[in-house]
């Protein structure tokens, strides 16, 4: 199994950045991939952004609009989810994931059944 912790939630205002890290342990080895997505109450889980072990691709979700940026440190089992020009509407949980299987499919990187442990997610709140 993968154990992953997020960190770096908050409150901000309108405009402010925040970077959030996610940190795995156990069988890191597993992991292929890792992901960001977010939730807020009532709504379906939403891709963010995703980034692979090996090499350097990174895939966003279409609002991201350039906002936000993932990043990796593989020493140190983490990726980081570097959020700038916050809005009200980046409200949410986010939680981050990782892919230990290689079965990737078509835009694999927005589905949340392609991950397989996730972690508790972290609440980052933007106020106007």
């Known amino acids: 199994q993968v154990q992953l912790v997020e960190s770096g939630g908050g409150s901000v205002q309108a405009g402010d950045s925040l970077r959030l890290s996610c940190t795995a342990s156990?069988?890191?080895?597993?992991?292929?991939?890792m992901g960001w997505f977010r939730q807020v109450p009532g709504k379906e889980r939403e891709f963010v952004a995703a980034?692979?072990?090996?090499?350097?691709?990174?895939y966003y979700a279409d609002f991201v609009k350039g906002r936000f940026t993932i990043s990796k440190d593989n020493a140190k089992n983490t990726v980081y989810l570097q959020m700038n020009s916050l809005q009200p509407e980046d409200t949410a949980v986010f939680y981050c994931?990782?892919?230990?299987?290689?079965?990737?499919?078509?835009?694999?990187?927005?589905?949340?059944?392609?991950?397989?442990?996730w972690g508790q997610g972290t609440q980052v709140t933007v106020s106007s």
């Open positions: 994931a990782t892919k230990t299987t290689l079965n990737f499919g078509s835009r694999w990187f927005e589905n949340t059944y392609r991950y397989d442990y």
């Open positions: 156990g069988r890191t080895s597993t992991s292929v991939a």
């Open positions: 980034i692979l072990w090996v090499g350097s691709n990174t």
